[in-house]
């Protein structure tokens, strides 16, 4: 089975542009999060999608902003780009299963890596 | 408020001697905790989920964690490092039974031939 893709893998943007970062989730998975990673605040969650609709929300300005589509893929979206979006946006699928979801495993993405000019 | 703290944020081992990374977490209820491995630019790589079945979990290439509600911890050893071990490690707590992970900060571990 296929593991979580995401495209592109490396991303060069300037500040004031905007970005759209694509996950595919393993086959069968419904649930698709997605996290930043960097070197001074580490791994922070960014929101969780479920059957299309957003399940989940970490504390980040809405310049950040996702959508889920019927196929399970989803897209992440960064408006009017910062210095410190620079970042690896790592996505997670699993299969969100309401009664399971403590024990849902998530399994990540290699990440693209965006860097803001 | 759950919340995980990985206490050693570097970890030096020479190959063939014991790893022990410690984590300790915070969890207002009985957690779901996780391990991941990240090599270097690469994604992150599980290596082994605690689900309140059994205390001493078994993960891959070697590696096990026992969760101790005592002392709130959830340490991740392995008898025997290898050079390919060399990588960052996390320490992960479910909240809120959701779909929303809580990474520590990371450990890096590093193996001297």
């Known amino acids: 089975k296929a593991g979580v893709t995401q495209t592109p893998r490396y991303l060069i943007k300037t500040r004031g542009q905007q970005v759209t970062l694509s996950c595919s989730p393993i086959?069968?998975?419904?649930?698709v999060s997605w996290y930043q990673q960097t070197p001074g605040q580490g791994l922070q969650f960014l929101f969780e999608?479920?059957?299309?609709?957003?399940?989940n929300k970490g504390n980040f300005p809405g310049r950040f902003s996702g959508r889920q589509f019927s196929n399970s893929r989803s897209e992440m979206n960064v408006s009017t780009l910062e210095l410190g979006d620079s970042a690896l946006y790592l996505c997670?699928?699993?299969?969100?299963?309401?009664?399971?979801?403590?024990?849902?495993?998530?399994?990540f993405g290699p990440g693209t890596r965006l860097t803001v000019l | 408020a759950q919340s995980v703290t990985q206490l050693d944020s570097h970890v030096s081992v020479s190959e063939g001697t014991p790893v022990l990374l410690r984590c300790n977490y915070s969890?207002?209820?009985?957690?779901?905790l996780f391990w991941y491995v990240q090599h270097p630019n690469k994604g992150l790589q599980l290596l082994l989920k605690y689900t309140s079945a059994a205390t001493l979990v078994k993960g891959i290439n070697g590696f096990e964690a026992e969760f101790k509600k005592s002392e709130t911890s959830f340490h991740l050893t392995k008898p025997s490092a290898h050079m390919s071990d060399a990588a960052e490690y996390f320490c992960?707590?479910?909240?809120?039974?959701?779909?929303?992970?809580?990474f520590g900060q990371g450990t890096e571990l590093s193996v001297k031939p």
């Open positions: 999608y479920f059957s299309e609709t957003q399940r």
């Open positions: 992960v707590v479910n909240v809120d039974q959701g779909g929303k992970l809580i």
């Open positions: 969890s207002s209820y009985s957690p779901s």
């Open positions: 997670a699928s699993s299969l969100g299963l309401a009664g399971g979801r403590a024990t849902d495993t998530q399994y």
């Open positions: 086959s069968g998975h419904r649930s």
